[in-house]
Structures are given as structure tokens and as C-alpha cells.
């Protein structure tokens, strides 16, 4: 790895306050919009290197931003720090071992993302003050990234408006930049209300929303044929009616995760979804109200963005893993199929490279990636300002997301080191962005094209409010 520029050098400086954060982040993991321990670790932190903060971002009391320098260009370094149910596990085990408590793991990376952006922040805080630059850096810590899409909410509350670029990463198998991919969704909650009667004696006069919800699921099941192929539909049962067969159901309740390309072919899905659900309450004299809980925009792309990252990371090259973080992380890969590994580098649009635990290239410029898309809310944040995303490696190559093996590796000495890589690739390319007038106006260009001919319509219903009692 290269380490030949004064950015690079002053993300060095704070590397080891932010690793630190970063394995105070993972022994603390909160879920969607109660990280309210991991949110006053990054504000401490901000406050630490002599940020100016704004706590309680667009009304959400775990979103928090911190400024520094004056006039100038704006640019916003996006972290998050949520965790995911159901992911606990012990640092650094190749087997699958939860730690006691709630369950909660930081399978996502989220400690390392929050952290990493952070550094980035820093150094770029650093260099406009030893440089005497007029600018601003922003970090923004930007909570429930794990389905409460907070990003859409700030950005609908004008967080961004003054932005003019946006940068963020996310943990990976790579490094390179992050193909802007991602599916534009929503999820609605449907409740079915029928009637509870004995199940035995009177099974004629119960009507039952149990069997709504399990039609519903049948006619969404056979609308997957019928739909377009990158679109994804799911659900979580969130309420069944109770643990007792012989009472008729009167109430259930399913969450749908409805997800399209884009936000027209988006809305165009939710319709018929929610043409079955009244076609299911219909079918069984049953009543369904429905619920948005979140949602969020597809990725826009921004290419001088993405040319001046790409160059930043091939100037840097690889993250600089040694033999025992490679032997680490072949205990990881042992665990995994062959098909996880092959996926991750369909993924990633390169070849196959065997007996290579850990990232060893910067994915380039040119590869195709191929399958494999979920969600973001800094879509959201894409189509308010022109927004660049590194993906930085951090874990064994094949790790899938949301894994026990991705919690057992965020504290490992190979995510340190993820972690300062792609803040340099960050603060490098912000710097660029800072220096060159020209690629700001191009990233502008780029980005009023792409959002031209469609403009940004928040995918938030206007009434909703951050769901931030949500948990779970
Ligand atoms: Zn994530």
C-alpha cells in the first residue's frame, strides 16, 4: 500500500482512536433507531477532534453530524452504526458461537463503516486547517440503515440540501469502488381483522385473518412469475393471531419487503401487492388496513465521482494484510461453500482467484458485476447530491452479509486494517473533490443528468414519521 500523501498520513495520525471506536461500536450493537450507546460514541468522538456537532439530526435522536472548517465546498462523509437481530457471536471464532444477551451483531460491518468514515472526516478536518483551505467537511452518523431507512427521512428533512458531495463505503470481500446497484423499497405492514369464534363449535361464525395473511402470501407467490426479474418481494409473519388453534384468528399482521429497480417500477409492484391483500380479505370477509414503515430510493451513479475514487484506490493499492491475517482468514473461508466464494466474486465481476483468503487487487474500473443487489437508503442521498461509494475489504473473500462469520470478523486485525484503507480512499478522493473545481462541476453535471428527466420524489409518504419506537 502507498502511503505517500499528506491525507493518507494524517488518517494514520488517528487510526488508532477510530479502530478503537470501531471495537467499542461492536461490543455495543443496538438495533434501528435505538443505537443511542453507539451514537454517543461517535459524538464523543466528534466532539474529541473538535467537530462542531448537531445532535438530534431531522428530529431522530440517533443521528448526529459534525462540521468543521469554513466557506468553501461542502463534503459529506456518510457512516452508520446499527446492528442486526440475530447475529450475536464471539469476536474472532470460526465456528458459530453467540455471545449471552439479546442476540444482537454486528453482521453488516456497521461498527467499522461509522468508525472508518469518521477517520475519513477527521484527516480531511486536519488537512483544510494545516492547508489553510477553505471548505467543510461533514461526518454524518446515520442511524437504522437495517431497514429504517433514516437516510431518506434526513434527506427529505433537507439534511443534505447544502452538500455538494457525498461519500461513504461499505465492508466487503473487495476493494474497489462500489458499483452504484441497489434496489429502490418499501415495507408495509398489512393487518387482517376478522372474527374469533371456537374453532370447533362455531367455526361458521369466525372469520378468520390467518387465512387472510396465508392467501395474501399465495397470491403474491403466484404474482412472482409475473413480475419483473430483478424486483424481490418478502415477508415476516409479525403477528399470526395467537398460539391457539381452536380460537379462529381475528387478527394477523405480515410485514412485505417489496423491492423494483427503480421507484416507477417500485410503486407499479406495491399496487398489485396491495391488490391482494384486499383480494384476500375479500376471499374471506376479513378487513385490511396496511402500513408504510419505510422506504427507500435506488442508487444513482455518478462517474467523475467514480473515476477520481477508482484512481485514489489504485494509487493506494491493496489493503496491506499480512500472512497471519490471510491464515485468519482462511479458518473463515473453511466454513463456507464454494459456491459463497464464487458468488462473491461474480459479485464483484472478477475471476476467480484461488487460495486467496483476503482482497489482494483493487476491482477494476471495468469489471461487470454481475447479481446480487439489495438496498441502501444512501440511495436517498444519491438523488439529492452526487454521491461516491468505496467498497473496502474488510472480511475473508465469500463472507455472505448478514452471517455470524461477518460478526466474528469485526474486530479482527485484517478489519483494522479495511478500516484505515478505505478511509484514505475517502479522504483522498474529498480532497480531490476540495482541490478541483472541475470535478465538482462535472459531478454536478453528471448528476443533474442523471436525475433530469426524473426528479426526486421522496418514496416516504409525507405523513411518516421516523419510525424511531421501531425496533426489531
Ligand atoms: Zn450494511
Known amino acids: 500500500m502507498q502511503n505517500s500523501e499528506e491525507?493518507?498520513?494524517?488518517?494514520?495520525?488517528?487510526?488508532?482512536?477510530l479502530i478503537a471506536l470501531s471495537d467499542r461500536v461492536w461490543e455495543i450493537p443496538e438495533l434501528c433507531y435505538t443505537e443511542f450507546k453507539s451514537c454517543a460514541e461517535h459524538t464523543v468522538m466528534l466532539e474529541a477532534k473538535g467537530f462542531r456537532v448537531t445532535k438530534n439530526v431531522a428530529g431522530i435522536p440517533t443521528a448526529v453530524m459534525g462540521e468543521a472548517g469554513e466557506g468553501g465546498p461542502v463534503i459529506g462523509i456518510l457512516g452508520e452504526y446499527d446492528a442486526l437481530p440475530g447475529l450475536s457471536q464471539e469476536a474472532g471464532v470460526a465456528e458459530?458461537?453467540?455471545?449471552?444477551?439479546?442476540?444482537?451483531?454486528?453482521?453488516?460491518?456497521?461498527?467499522?463503516?461509522?468508525?472508518?468514515?469518521?477517520?475519513?472526516?477527521?484527516?480531511?478536518?486536519d488537512w483544510l486547517a494545516a492547508n489553510g483551505i477553505k471548505g467543510r467537511v461533514r461526518y454524518y452518523g446515520c442511524p437504522a440503515e437495517e431497514g429504517g431507512a433514516a437516510k431518506g427521512f434526513m434527506a427529505r428533512a433537507g439534511a443534505f440540501s447544502d452538500v455538494d458531495i457525498a461519500i461513504s463505503w461499505h465492508p466487503s470481500s473487495f476493494s474497489g469502488v462500489n458499483p452504484a446497484q441497489s434496489l429502490a423499497n418499501t415495507r408495509i405492514d398489512f393487518s387482517f381483522t376478522g372474527r374469533a369464534s371456537h374453532a370447533a363449535a362455531s367455526p361458521h361464525l369466525g372469520r378468520s385473518a390467518l387465512d387472510a395473511l396465508e392467501l395474501m402470501s399465495v397470491g403474491?407467490?403466484?404474482?412472482?412469475?409475473?413480475?419483473?426479474?430483478?424486483?424481490?418481494?418478502?415477508?415476516?409473519?409479525?403477528?399470526?393471531?395467537?398460539?391457539?388453534?381452536?380460537?379462529?384468528?381475528?387478527?394477523?399482521k405480515v410485514r412485505y419487503l417489496i423491492r423494483a429497480t427503480n421507484l416507477p417500477d417500485l410503486s407499479r409492484l406495491i399496487e398489485r401487492v396491495r391488490k391482494i391483500a384486499d383480494g384476500a380479505a375479500l376471499m374471506t370477509e376479513t378487513t385490511v388496513t396496511s402500513q408504510v414503515v419505510s422506504a427507500v430510493s435506488n442508487l444513482l451513479a455518478n462517474t467523475p465521482l467514480e473515476r477520481a475514487m477508482q484512481d485514489n484506490l489504485e494509487r493506494l493499492g491493496p489493503p496491506p494484510f499480512d500472512d497471519a491475517d490471510r491464515k485468519t482468514a482462511a479458518e473463515f473461508q473453511a466454513t463456507l461453500t464454494d459456491e459463497d466464494i464464487e458468488a462473491s466474486y461474480r459479485r464483484a465481476g472478477v475471476p476467480v482467484r484461488p487460495n486467496t483468503p483476503l482482497c489482494d487487487l483493487i476491482i477494476p474500473a471495468d469489471a461487470k458485476p454481475g447479481g446480487g443487489i439489495g438496498s441502501t437508503d444512501v440511495g436517498d442521498v444519491s438523488w439529492v447530491v452526487p454521491t461516491v461509494q468505496a467498497r473496502g475489504a474488510t472480511y475473508a473473500v465469500g463472507t455472505p452479509g448478514h452471517s455470524w462469520q461477518l460478526t466474528a470478523q469485526g474486530k479482527l486485525p485484517a478489519a483494522h486494517k479495511g478500516l484505515v484503507h478505505v478511509a484514505k480512499v475517502m479522504a483522498g478522493t474529498a480532497v480531490d473533490a476540495i482541490q478541483d473545481e472541475t470535478l465538482r462541476a462535472r459531478a454536478k453535471a453528471d448528476h443533474a443528468a442523471r436525475v433530469g428527466k426524473t426528479p426526486y420524489v421522496c418514496p416516504l409518504p409525507a405523513d411518516l414519521e421516523p419510525p424511531i419506537k421501531m425496533s426489531a
Not at 444482537?104 to 477527521?122: D, E, R, Y
Not at 409479525?238 to 391457539?244: E, M, N, R, S, T
Request: net charge neutral.
Open 220 to 252: 403474491v407467490n403466484y404474482m412472482r412469475e409475473h413480475m419483473p426479474s430483478d424486483a424481490r418481494v418478502h415477508a415476516a409473519i409479525l403477528d399470526a393471531g395467537g398460539v391457539a388453534p381452536n380460537v379462529v384468528q381475528a387478527f394477523a
Open 7 to 17: 491525507i493518507w498520513r494524517l488518517v494514520d495520525k488517528h487510526q488508532d482512536d
Open 96 to 125: 458459530p458461537k453467540p455471545l449471552p444477551g439479546p442476540g444482537f451483531g454486528h453482521g453488516c460491518g456497521h461498527n467499522l463503516l461509522g468508525s472508518a468514515s469518521l477517520l475519513a472526516a477527521t484527516a480531511v478536518k
